[in-house]
């Protein structure tokens, strides 16, 4: 086998070891801030979600709705964990909520979404 044939065969089974299985897996949320069913008792502002893997953060959002209306658009904040998004928002009024992720593989392959909801109690 000469060294071209060589190169070729060491990149194929460097490919097939990296393959699309392990990416084509969705994400998993590993955390989150709120945890999904919380009850809020105190003002937060900060609002995180942790995957099991990194995550393109500039073509991924975080958003807060309440009754399926759009409340507030998040930004995240580009620098942090690669597997973490995280954004502020403002206080928000008692009730039920959701907080709703869109993220997209850093692979660009896959873009996946999900909910996780919370709710904001009245103060005592």
């Known amino acids: 086998m000469d060294f071209s044939t060589r190169r070729l ?7 097939m070891a ?12 590993m955390d989150s801030a709120p945890k999904a069913q919380a009850v809020i ?4 502002s900060s609002f995180f979600v942790r995957f099991d893997r990194p995550i393109d953060h500039i073509h991924s959002n975080l958003s ?6 759009l409340v507030e ?12 998004l995280f ?3 403002p206080t928000l009024a008692p009730g039920e909520y959701q907080l709703r992720w869109i993220v997209r593989t850093m692979e660009g392959v896959k873009v996946i979404q999900g909910d996780i909801p919370f709710t ?5």
Do not use: H, M
Request: glycine letters at 8%; charged letters at 15%.
């Open 9 to 15: 065969a060491l990149i194929g089974l460097f490919a």
């Open 18 to 29: 990296f393959s699309a299985p392990a990416w084509a897996q969705d994400v998993q949320v």
């Open 41 to 44: 008792g105190e003002p937060s």
């Open 64 to 69: 807060i709705w309440r009754g399926g209306q």
């Open 73 to 84: 658009r998040l930004q995240p904040r580009l620098q942090t964990e690669p597997n973490v």
């Open 87 to 89: 954004a502020r928002a």
């Open 120 to 124: 904001v109690k009245s103060p005592p």
